[in-house]
């Protein structure tokens, strides 16, 4: 496994804003350690600044266990050291168990100077009624649990939760992009998406649903005024996949329309989050998007909203890890297994930055990138 030479990398300091957040320079020398080991274009410009890597590190998946906390925050250090710098989460991935494995991670690449904060791009989301490190036994203990922690501290009202346990209300997003920001360890998180905003329409309307993503919005304008995120966006799994009438859609021609409402051309509203894969092609395939009167692709309507693209699920969860058609070795002649053909499926896509790939196992890493790095074949 390859890695990146230690000791090299400053320290970030509460007094030097400039290392604490992912910067257009810190990802620049990340990219120059690295470019020369990867296949062209592994590094990309994002619309927000930063320079990404085109495989990212998920962390959603595993057992809100402290062997997979353990897991995860071992594989985080090697992924980063190998040349990845996105890494994702979310407050309610396992517990936030999550957040906290990757602030732990963090913590301990800069510590030992082997990654510097600038040069990571760190993404986490809020939409979801994240539970604590054990997650309630039954029903009832989860209803207690939202009166006792949200309600009756008046983070959410009753009509703000939607389908059990989703909300966009802005005091909500806001208590939990704070809780993020302290389980992470950090002052600045780089990307925070609004999660499966679509979820909402499963009680409101969909205008009701604008309506509440303006006021969400205008809140996480306030936070990257404030340094708090650096950008933000939304992360789907339907909404952006599915044709115009279908109940679950939602365009980016109306997200990108809100932010600019808000902060024009300014805004930071960069990102959007949506799964791709050889299973699930249809943000390349199907044009499902409304732009300027037309039907598009999500991924065109993304490029040309100025909106950077996370592919999510690329493997399926595992299940395109392995029994690829053989026809399939054919354009990715530099892979050796299904699960980086998988991957350089989604790679190679116009309009996709970066991939992200769950990964709570150090030979996975190894597997994953050795498909886009020099030399291997």
């Known amino acids: 496994m390859n890695s990146r030479p230690r000791g090299s990398k400053p320290v970030a300091s509460s007094g030097d804003q400039t290392l604490l ?28 600044g930063p320079i990404a890597s085109s495989i990212g590190i998920g962390t959603y998946l595993g057992e809100a266990t402290s062997r997979d906390d353990a897991a995860y925050e071992t594989t985080i250090r090697a992924a980063v050291k190998c040349g990845v ?12 168990r999550s957040e906290h494995a990757v602030g732990s991670a963090i913590q301990e690449l800069i510590a030992a100077r082997a990654a510097s904060r600038d040069e990571l791009i760190v993404c986490s989301k809020g939409g979801y009624i994240p539970l604590g490190r054990e997650a309630p036994a039954t029903r009832e203990e989860y209803h207690a649990y939202v009166k006792r922690e949200f309600i009756d501290q008046e983070v959410l009202r009753p009509e703000d939760i939607v389908a059990g346990g989703h909300s966009l209300a802005p005091r909500f997003l806001r208590y939990c992009l704070a809780k993020s920001r302290q389980n992470l360890g950090l002052r600045t998180i780089d990307v925070y998406y609004v999660h499966n905003p679509g979820q909402q329409l499963a009680g409101i309307s969909r205008d009701e649903l ?7 919005f ?7 005024t404030r340094g708090e995120i650096g950008a933000y966006g939304c992360a789907t799994w339907d909404s952006l996949r599915v044709p115009p009438g279908h109940k679950a859609h939602l365009a980016l021609e109306d997200i990108v329309a809100i932010a600019q409402e808000l902060a024009g051309d300014a805004h930071h509203c960069r990102a959007v989050q949506l799964p791709i894969s050889l299973a699930m092609p249809e943000a390349a ?6 732009l300027k009167g037309t039907l598009a692709t999500a991924l065109d309507a993304a490029a040309a909203l100025g909106l950077t693209v996370v592919a999510s699920a690329p493997l399926m969860q595992a299940k395109l890890t392995t029994g690829l058609p053989a026809a399939l070795r054919i354009p990715f002649p530099r892979c050796t297994t299904d699960a980086q053909r998988a991957i350089e499926f989604v790679r190679s896509m116009p309009g996709v930055t970066t991939v992200l790939v769950g990964m709570k196992r150090v030979e996975h890493v190894d597997e994953n990138l050795a498909g886009v790095r020099l030399g291997k074949s």
């Open 210 to 216: 604008l309506a509440r993503l303006r006021a969400a």
């Open 218 to 224: 205008a809140m996480l304008e306030e936070a990257a």
């Open 285 to 290: 395939r199907d044009a499902t998007q409304p």
């Open 21 to 48: 957040r992912a910067s257009d320079a810190g990802t620049a020398g990340f990219c120059q350690d690295f470019e020369t080991q990867f296949a062209k274009e592994f590094f990309r410009p994002t619309s927000f």
């Open 85 to 96: 710098n996105v890494i994702d989460t979310a407050i309610n991935y396992r517990g936030q």
